[in-house]
Structures are given as C-alpha cells and as structure tokens.
C-alpha cells in the first residue's frame, strides 16, 4: 500500500508541472500585447516599458515561468490587469461557490444515477432498463446549457416559482444556508446534475449485471442468502467504481462549471473565467485555469489513493 | 461535465477475430438494432440538411426586419417565428445545419487522424517514444475537457479557426490513449510477429496488419466523441468564443435568443433542440455501431 502510495503522488508531480506549463503557455499563446487591455491608446513609450517590467513581460521566457511557478507555489497567482485586485483573492471567493453548485450537483447526480443504474442492472432488458438506459443517453447528450435555459424558461419565466440567476438575494455572492439561498441553488445544481446521472448510471448498471454474473452470487444463493443479503453483496462490489466515478465527476464539474454559470450568472469560477476573457485579462485566466486544473489532478489522485484503500486488488497490481 | 473521459465500456478489450464476412456480419448485426438505424436515419438527414440547407430555407435567413422582430410560433409566412433581429427562425435552422455540423465534426476527425497517428506510433514504436508521447499526452489529459477547450479559445481569441483548433487540442489525447492501447494490443499477435520474422519492414507492418485491425475500435470511439463535440462547439459559440455573428449557427443564435427567454420563450429554446437532436443520435448511432462490430455477443 506505501509503495501504491508513493509511486502515484510521485507520478503527478511531473504532471504537475506540465499542467503549470500549459497554463503559462496560454498568456503567450494569445495573440496581440498582454498589456494591451489596460493601456491607454496614447500611452508613450516609457510608460508601456514600465508596465511590461512591473508585470515581468520584459524577460526571457524560461525566467518568467521560474518566477510564476514559484510565486504560485507560495499562494501569489499575479494582479488582474482589469480590477488590479490580486488573482488568488479573487479566484478563492469563486472556488468556494463552484464547490457548492458541484458538490450538490454531483451529489443528486448519484443518488439518481445509481438508483437507475442498480435498477436497469438488476431487472436487465426489462422496460425499467429500458427507461433508465434512455434517462441517461439523455443525460450525456443534452446541452446542458439549454436544459438551464428550459428550466429557466420553465420554473422562473413562466412559473415563477424560483429565481432566474444569482446565488442568492439582491445578487448576493456570499453563499449562506437558508431557503433564499437554497432557492437559488436549486436550478443550477438540477442543471449541473444530469451528466454525472447519465454516466453514473451507465456504469453502474454495467457494474451491477456483471456482478450478477458471477458465480459466487449463485453461491450466495445457493446457501440461502435472501436477496436483501446478495444486494449487500452487489453493493460493496459496486461502491469503489462508482465512488472513483462520482470523485472525477466532481473534478469535471469544477472545471466545466462556465456554460451553466452564465446561464444562471452563479458568481463562481466560470463567471470569473467570462469575465476574464472578454476583459482580456490574461493573467486572471491563467490563475484561474491553473487553480481548476490542480484541483482536478489532485481530485484525480486522491480518487485512486481511495480505491486503491477500498479495493486492495488495485494498490496490489 | 462533459468529459470525454475512455469510458471502459466503449473500448474494446480484446480486439474481434476477423474472419472473412466480418463486415457483412457487423452489417446484419447493425441492421437489426432498432434504436442504431433510427440514429443512423436521423444523423443522415441531418448530414444532408447541412447540405442542402441553405436552398431549402424558405427565406433570406440573414435578412433583418424591425418591424417583425420576435414573431411567435405559427406566424403567416414564419412558421416557426423570427428572431430578435426579425430574422425567420425556419431558415435559420436550417442554414445553421451546415456551420453547427461542420463545427462538431470537424474537430473529431482531425483529432481521429492526429490521434490515431500519435498513438498507432507510440503503441508501435514502444519504449522511449512511447513514454514521450504518452506522458505528454497525460498532461493534457489532466485538463477538464471544457476547462481546455475554454482555456485554449479564450487565450486564442474568438473566431472559427480558433474554436476549431481548441476542440481539436481537446480531443487528441483520448483518441490517442485509445489507438495507443488497441495497437500494443495487435502489436503483441502472432501475425504481427510472423511478419517480422519474413522479413517486413515495420512500416509495411503498421500498414498492413496493424492499421486494418486497429482503425475500426478508434473510428467507433471516435464516433461517440461527435456527441461531446457537437455540445462543446455550440457551446463555445454561446460563450461567444466560436462562430461570430451574424451567422446562422445553433449555439450562437442560443446565445443571442437568451434575450427573449420571457418574450418568446419557446422560440429561444428552438435551437437547442437541434443540437440536443444531433448530439443524441450521434451517442445511440456509436452506440450501435460499438455493440455491432463487437463479435463477443
């Protein structure tokens, strides 16, 4: 198990970087100045060399990346050019609201999807398998940002019966437990849930027909075991794999969060993301990807740390 | 998300047996399966509308109106309303098949050729090559696939070039990690190693009994890609960061429509249907497609 361990922490590292590397490479990768959004037209030629040796774009390549790295290590993500508010403030502030939409998203996502899915598993080419195997092609295929939009037009336009955008009252962006804020929630997290439900479901459906397939389920049969004890039995067989799902879901979720954030203006990274590339703000960009992409990759490890604990077959091999 | 993570289900695990009416009998078998030819139906006459769209719009559909702007369902002369500029919303998705398609499909095949080369040549080649690829590849890997495709477009700008780029970025390395696993795959057979030994170059080997046993898994998981693309394409453009206006296009004309949500609500949500349309037939096509060429039934 210590050796699983430390061969995978030891694995990310260099994909660490490599994710660092990419996110570096975005702000030369875009076309024109990076300074070009907060300089004035007229700027003379002085004041654009000040800018370019404040922000650090007067040296070489390989120096700026040492430099970024190593700022971004100690939490220093740069200055927004638009707001001139440091990136990490701003970007936390949004973290913690995608999180929330996520994890709840992710959450109903699996309570459904897994109930499909043991479902379609259990009673395989029934018209329940049918319906729940439709349910979730559905789920993986709709655009979720129009399912936002339907729902929207649905509950809030035509019903009104739930607000439209916002994460809370009077376009509040601190994030608070009670009903005028869970009132805001409840759109975008049904939103947010129905990829993870499609996919969730797919899996476990999968998992569950192969497991009753198997010949120790006979066995279990065999000697008595009523089926509220070989459903236990499926559980536990089931539960590391769709648990591992339902982690990277979470992690997909935090980082493809924007398309549903616009739709319901939720202040969270998505929104940040917006606002930063049509504000050209390139280093506000960069942080935030870089922050998103970590957490994904960490995410990722910490789902195989887990089912390598849950499941020792896979720390084994 | 969205993710065009390798669901293990869709990649084949132990490459078919081919014998010599392997095709007909993926034929028969597709032939059969009710849902797959629907799909196959559906995405043909979606193919051709992106086609033949254009003639059959019934009316200009860049030409603006004033005075006809957000006209509802069932309007004389604009059977399914117009747009916020007044513009016919029949002949706009119908025009829009074309540029809407073009931008989903796209990427794929160009990530299918990228990543079939990268990954035929890692699987071959093994060893060094093999880790250079296949770790540089991990690394992109490591990215949410939207948070990539909206990483890369936003840095490079708006515009169709560069939303093409972006998507095409994004779905290399799944292709990639496919190819690479099904070659290493055959690369360990021993017709693979029968031609070595009578003395045929390792290109005659990757052209000849390689690319014919690995290709059809990659095109078959490459078609389930479309369905992501088709969403990831449309969406970029309702970001704003794919297709620009005034061009007929689903997504963008979502996002321009996100106006009227509470004038004409069902006219705003019309364009989704298509790519929801196009995206589902896509998914129960490869579906098929996938359970077709598997011989373990």
Redesign the interface.
Known sequence: MLAYLSRRVLYTL??ML??A???FA??H???GDPLVSILPPDASAEMQQQLRTLYGFDRSLPEQFISWVSRAVQGDLGTSIATGRPVAAEVFKAVGNTLILATVATLIGFLLGSLFGFVAGYFRNSWADKLASFLS??G????????G??L??IFA??LNWLPATGAGPGSSSEWALDWAHIRHLILPAIT?SV?PMG?IA??VR?LVAEILDQEFVVGLRAKGLTDFGVFRHVVKNVAPTALAVMG??L?????????IE??FSWPGTGFL??S???QRD?PL?QGT?LV??MF??LL?LLVDLMQGALDPRIARS | ???V?I?P?KVPQELSQKTPGYWASVGRRFLRDKVAVGAALVVLGLVLLALIGQWLAPADPYASSMLSRLKPLGTPGHPLGTDELGRDMLSRLLTGARLSLFMGITPVLCAFVIGSCLGILAGYAGGAINSTIM??I???Y??????LA???S????AGIFNALLSLTIVFVPPIARVAESVTTQVRGRDFVEAARASGAGAFTIVRVHVLGNVLGPIFVYATSLI?VSM?LA??LS????GVKPPEPEW?LM?NTL?TA??TQ??I??L???M??IT??SF??LS?GLRSAMDVKQ
Do not use: E, K
């Open positions: 260099p994909i490599g994710v590397l990419v996110c975005l702000v990768l875009a076309p092609v559905i993986v295929s709709v655009p979720h940002y129009w399912l939009m339907v929207v037009i336009a035509q947010m990829i996919i797919r899996t999968a990277l879901q992690g997909y979720l935090l980082g493809g969060s924007i398309l616009t739709v993301l917006n930063a590339i049509f390139l960009l990807i998103l992409a994904f990759v990722n | 998300m969205l993710q993570s669901d289900a770790r540089t991990d690394v992109f490591a990215f949410p696939s939207v948070l909206i990483a890369l936003g840095a490079l700008g369905a969403i449309s969406g309702f970001l704003g960061l997504g979502l996100r949500i509470y609500p069902w705003a949500a364009p989704g249907v790519i929801f995206s589902i998914n129960m579906d």
